[in-house]
């Protein structure tokens, strides 16, 4: 059993509660139902709206279907990630976007001169960049349970071969790498425990 | 009006889509409706279930309400977000626990040597930290929302003016400020374009 938080402190309907945060697991096998092109473009346009700073925006995903891109994002992996990445459906690459200061004039025009600050600026654009998109993942891996579906994350991996291999003269650098579909056989490892607020919550 | 997307595709209530995603803003004004402990726990126990890497969990968070600690925050703030910091019922001081290895003999049991490890490798140990706990920044912005209030994340701050002032000797690194409570007047500015997802996404 998981929790469900009591309606007056926590107003989010417990059916979804439960799909986004406390019944979620990820996972580890995946079945062969297929993740359409459609799905992927959904969680998007969902997953899109939370904030980032300056309205930056910058997380990015390749994604990767069994096939030779396929093969070639395992040989990046930790050993013990190889096996269950293979068989997922969908794997996502999660990126940050160092040149996303491109779209600035579209997104935020209300600070004319923000694109140039940041092309003069490499050190704050890389730190914008991967800040705000690592922040964008968190919306990411809830909005892809949104979708039905689980995720399965994993830092284990190489980042400096994944960018060599995928995102040469593109600005993208990886961030971590997400396996993604429907829950297969004995999916789930046991929950492991979680912190109490009093050991992350202080009050000054 | 706001996106509804097709439930085929994102199985996520409505409502929960439009509570966490779609129709939620940005607040800059807020009521004194005050935001209560209880509610800043529960928030703390939907947000503390979603992934992070080896069960690390490294997302602290200090509290602030109006008062001489408050007064003291605002002090660090860029110019721009000290008026509506002072009048928000709550501000957070989002912060890594670089100690958070501590834990890990309790939150992951499954690799006994994890804790010395961390403990001999600061540069893994803070990466750790802070890149974990900024993937938790995303779920708890949506979890505040999840718990029927506003956000208004700032990043305009003085990081190591607030540690110096808030978490000597604690391990904690700040990493964002976030204003939490009900909308007041006027709270949002217009909604700034998001990125379509032939901007975002690639295929390989």
Redesign the interface.
Known sequence: MT?V??QH?????P???A????A?H?ANTFTDQPVT???????????????T?M?T?P???????PGP?RDR?LTHLADGNRAKTATAPVVAVLAA?TTFHD?LP???PIRPGLRDHFATDDTAREHTAR?NA??????????V????LA?G?M?GFDPAGVDRD?FTDTGWTS??VVNIGHPGPDAHFPR????D?T??????
Chains 1, 2 share one sequence.
């Open positions: 929790d938080l009591p402190l926590i107003t989010l309907h059916d979804a509660q799909q986004l945060f406390t979620a990820t092109d459609e799905q992927l473009h959904a969680i998007h346009d969902l997953v899109k709206y939370p904030p700073a309205n925006q997380l990015r995903v390749l994604y990767t279907r891109a994002l976007d779209h579209t997104t935020f800040f690592t922040i964008q993942i968190g919306y990411y891996l809830l909005g349970r949104a979708a039905g995720v994350p830092g995928f961030l971590l492991l425990p979680r912190l607020h050991d992350t919550i202080r009050h000054a």
